[in-house]
């Protein structure tokens, strides 16, 4: 993949079979030009179109369909309404269900509505089939959140659930690589390279390059230029 930003010669290689590339923008005001421009095609608005990621075979990447954009990895929320669907189909599409079990479980919780009385005239309404989906909502499925402070083992979350539930091709992170040390990056390296993944960070600097990174940096006199691993 490559990301192309237009005015500026040079394009950023990001490496599709895993890996990591940053995108270092030191002046201000472009660098919100560009992130707002990211994140109005990534929520679907009319986007200018300069910021465009390019697979390997020069077909633009879809940024609401094909890519996970986070602006902070602490607060978010691996149960959301998005991945919590994604996990429930991936459940049902998976799991190898005992019919027989769930048709049990169906006629007792049907049991116990039935016998539910209200002191009330008015008379109740639920439904008389329940799905698994149904009871995946009922027993509050969902991943299990990183409740504490390691940012690593969170952005692990993120990027497992952006790969194998959100079927997405690319995360891109936006100024959250300060928050990892060096050692941090090497093994969030290592981890995308054993699972064939990519991220992109977009920052305003860029201090600690790893060996095996590619990197774009536009200046603050707009200047850009890149260094390859």
Do not use: W
Request: proline share 1%; glycine share 4%; hydrophobic share 40%.
């Amino acid at each position: 993949m490559n990301i192309s930003i237009s005015g500026f010669d040079n394009t950023l290689f990001i490496p599709s079979d895993g890996g990591i590339a940053t995108l270092v923008i030191c002046n201000d005001l472009f660098f919100r030009r560009v992130v707002e421009d990211i994140l109005d095609a990534y929520t679907k608005k009319e986007g200018s179109n300069r910021t465009v990621i390019y697979d390997s075979n020069h077909d633009p990447l879809n940024f609401a369909k094909d890519i996970l954009i986070v602006t902070d990895i602490y607060s978010y929320d691996l149960a959301n309404r998005t991945i919590t669907a994604a996990l429930y189909k991936n459940i049902q599409d998976n799991s190898d269900i005992d019919m027989a079990k769930l048709a049990q479980i169906e006629a007792d919780i049907l049991d116990v509505l039935s016998a539910i009385n209200t002191n009330s005239s008015q008379s109740i309404n639920y439904q008389t089939e329940i799905s698994i989906n149904d009871l995946l909502k009922m027993a509050h499925v969902g991943l299990e959140a990183n409740t504490g402070n390691n940012y690593l083992d969170k952005l692990y979350g993120i990027i497992d659930s952006a790969q194998q539930l959100l079927s997405k091709r690319l995360v891109i992170l936006i100024n959250q690589r300060q928050l990892l040390s060096h050692s941090e990056l090497q093994a969030l390296l290592q981890y995308l390279e054993n699972n064939h993944f990519s991220v992109l960070f977009i920052e305003k600097n860029c201090k600690d390059k790893l060996n095996e990174e590619n990197i774009l940096a536009i200046d603050d006199d707009l200047y850009d230029f890149s260094t390859n691993s």
